[in-house]
């Protein structure tokens, strides 16, 4: 394992790593193409730092995305650096998103579909983006939720220290708390971790630091302050907007919801496949919301302003820890990287949370500011995905770029947002449908369409399309793949989901 480390450029060998095709579950398998190494930056007098900031559930619901979101500090990162406006995850579920960005490739090679699977088992030796800083010579930390842990998920061999997180609190106020206890008591009486959360949402009255969130902040000023002349890669993983909407009540103070209308339309698409719509994945489980039906106008107005608040939380420890670059003198040495996991759905399609193939499911958000001759306040609308992030980093660092990776380093980009790009952006995910068994949707996008295809394990071939045209319905309202009109794109975006990521790619 300490050679693989070491080694990490050399020991995939030639061809790059064994790896298992684009489709994952009920889909095709191939032989993965060789990706020739670039040649690395030359290297810096002083290695430059990591700042990589992981925001849990959020949608570029940001004010330099342009929308009613309250995050000053946000957008001056984004008017440092570059603003990817169609950034997108390769699932909408946090495991899988955040092991694609650390591995380099995507699900159907990592194996992980689901929040309990690991990528070591099916990827032994990889070594990941921290581990190739830590190889370099890097102090590598992660604080709060930067892999799906506790325990082996945290891949140990990833990091100096082992994943700080601090003792879980997910309420403030005097209720709050008496409910978790409540519900703590419950789960040790059963021998289990508590498994029923309390509220959805909360605003108590208390200071930014108290939450978890806040000493996540803390913990991180205090290791830049103290990593004295060694380069750091520094992994940062907020855990809100996820739910429970818990934030400072002065947050929620920042909207008046009368003036914000709910985002996106609130009915299924037309035409859209049954299997297709959720459960609203976790938002069932809270106390307060009920198990079936749809949600009041009240509680999706309530639960929509939770989400915008902690998003303001969120900008506002973003803060912190810009200004601590500041202050130390090591802002002009730093990358800075912020990105949200996947989307998050706030009743739009009459959805709520993640685990679906749509575009507010599988767009994030994503700032890049990094030292050097860059164009600052660079807004690019190229498609790009969360699996670039990789080697993108390595390159800026004037790291080796490793072959197994199925990304694309970005940096290109920021030298000039607008070149052209890759033609689509590739995602996922795994459905268990009462009658068909398990299945896959895969999703692709390019600059104006959206294919979903559907395969079930016990049949052959897809079972259905759904076709999406952002011309001519921006809110993907009305799935047009049955529409003798669309033919000829409906075939031309399955031929592009055929030739997949490695197809799309040496089209570059």
């Known amino acids: 394992m300490l050679t693989a480390v070491l080694l990490f450029s050399l020991a995939v060998g030639p061809a790059g790593l064994p790896v298992q095709?684009?489709?994952g579950p009920a889909g095709d398998s191939s032989k993965p193409?060789?990706?020739a190494a670039s040649a690395p930056a030359p290297p810096a007098q002083?290695?430059?730092?990591?700042?990589?900031?992981i925001i849990d559930d959020l949608r570029p619901l940001l004010g330099c995305y342009g929308t009613p979101a309250v995050t000053p500090r946000m957008d001056a990162l984004a008017a440092e650096g570059t603003l990817f406006r169609r950034a997108y995850c390769q699932e909408s579920l946090c495991h899988p998103s955040r092991t694609s960005v650390l591995t380099g490739c995507r699900p159907p090679t990592t194996r992980v579909f689901n929040l309990k699977m690991d990528f070591r088992q099916a990827l032994p030796d990889i070594a990941t983006l921290p581990q190739a800083f830590k190889s370099a010579g890097y102090l590598t930390r992660a604080l709060g939720k930067v892999h799906h842990g506790p325990g082996r998920l945290d891949d140990a061999p990833s990091w100096s220290e082992p994943c700080w997180r601090p003792e879980?609190?997910?309420y403030h106020t005097d209720e709050g708390h008496a409910i978790e206890t409540e519900l703590d008591k419950e789960a040790e009486a059963l021998g289990v971790f508590r498994f029923r959360p309390g509220p959805a949402f909360e605003a108590p009255e208390v200071d930014d630091s108290v939450t978890m969130d806040g000493q996540i902040a803390a913990k991180a000023v205090e290791i830049m302050e103290g990593a004295g002349d060694q380069?750091?890669?520094?992994a940062v993983g907020f855990r809100k907007p996820h739910l429970p909407?818990?934030?400072?009540?002065?947050?929620?103070?920042?909207?008046?919801?009368?003036?914000?209308?709910?985002?996106?339309?609130?009915?299924?698409?037309?035409?859209?496949a049954s299997w297709a719509r959720t459960n609203w994945s976790e938002l069932r489980s809270y106390m307060d919301i009920p198990n079936e039906g749809p949600l009041g106008e009240e509680l999706a107005v309530?639960?929509?302003?939770?989400?915008?608040?902690?998003?303001?939380y969120m900008d506002a420890l973003v803060g912190q820890l810009l200004d601590a670059l500041e202050r130390l003198e090591l802002r002009d040495d730093t990358i800075v990287c912020l990105w949200g996991d996947h989307g998050f759905h706030l009743g739009d399609l009459s959805l709520w949370c993640k685990l679906t193939n749509y575009e507010a499911a599988v767009r994030v958000p994503l700032i890049i500011s990094a030292p050097g001759e860059y164009p600052r306040g660079g807004q690019s609308p190229r498609l790009v995905e969360l699996v670039d992030l990789y080697p993108t980093l390595c390159e800026l660092a004037g790291l080796p770029l490793p072959e197994f990776c199925e990304g694309t380093s970005m940096v290109p980009l920021l030298a000039d947002p607008m070149r052209p790009w890759k033609p689509a952006a590739f995602s996922q995910i795994p459905v268990n449908d009462p009658e068909r068994g398990r299945g896959l949707g895969r999703t692709l996008c390019d600059d104006r369409y959206r294919l979903i295809e559907w395969r079930f394990d016990n049949t052959k071939g897809p079972v259905a399309f759904e076709l999406y045209d952002s011309h001519t319905d921006p809110l993907g309202t009305r799935n047009v793949a049955?529409?003798?009109?669309?033919?000829?794109?409906?075939?031309?975006m399955r031929d592009l989901l055929g030739r997949g990521w490695r197809g799309a790619r040496q089209q570059l």
């Not at 380069?231 to 520094?234: A, E, H, Q, R, Y």
């Not at 309530?302 to 303001?312: D, E, I, K, T």
């Not at 529409?483 to 000829?488: C, N, Q, R, T």
């Open 21 to 23: 095709g684009d489709a």
């Open 33 to 35: 193409l060789p990706v």
């Open 46 to 53: 002083r290695p430059p730092n990591v700042l990589f900031i």
């Open 168 to 170: 879980k609190h997910f």
């Open 231 to 234: 380069p750091f890669f520094l």
């Open 245 to 272: 909407f818990v934030a400072p009540k002065r947050y929620w103070d920042l909207y008046d919801m009368e003036e914000i209308p709910p985002p996106g339309h609130g009915a299924m698409p037309t035409g859209a």
């Open 302 to 312: 309530n639960l929509h302003h939770g989400y915008l608040a902690c998003v303001s």
């Open 482 to 492: 049955g529409d003798p009109g669309y033919a000829s794109a409906l075939q031309a």
